[in-house]
């Protein structure tokens, strides 16, 4: 799913998703590494994290305020594992 803006306001930015291409630069950087730690503010439905945290075995740790989007991020774990 795309661009969510159902919550967003002037101090709330909507839910868009990051482009897997741009993950994928981000992975074969080689700044992310096995032992670092990935910190996501409004991580929204995990995707960064859980891409990042495959890609290079970093840890993740993804941080949302939106109830419903974490809802699907937590729905998104299980499914991934």
């Known amino acids: 799913m795309g661009r969510?803006?159902?919550n967003a306001d002037q101090y709330?930015?909507?839910?868009?998703p990051t482009p897997y291409s741009v993950l994928e630069?981000?992975?074969?950087?080689?700044?992310i590494r096995k032992g670092n730690t990935l910190l996501d503010y409004g991580c929204g439905k995990g995707r960064v994290d859980?891409?990042?945290s495959y890609q290079t075995r970093c840890r993740s740790?993804?941080?949302?305020?939106?109830?419903r989007i974490?809802?699907?991020?937590?729905?998104?774990?299980e499914?991934?594992?």
């Open 79 to 81: 499914t991934s594992l």
């Open 50 to 52: 859980f891409f990042l």
């Open 4 to 6: 969510d803006d159902s």
């Open 70 to 77: 974490y809802r699907k991020a937590m729905e998104n774990k």
């Open 61 to 67: 740790i993804g941080i949302e305020y939106d109830e």
């Open 12 to 16: 709330r930015y909507p839910y868009e």
């Open 25 to 31: 630069r981000l992975a074969n950087t080689g700044l």
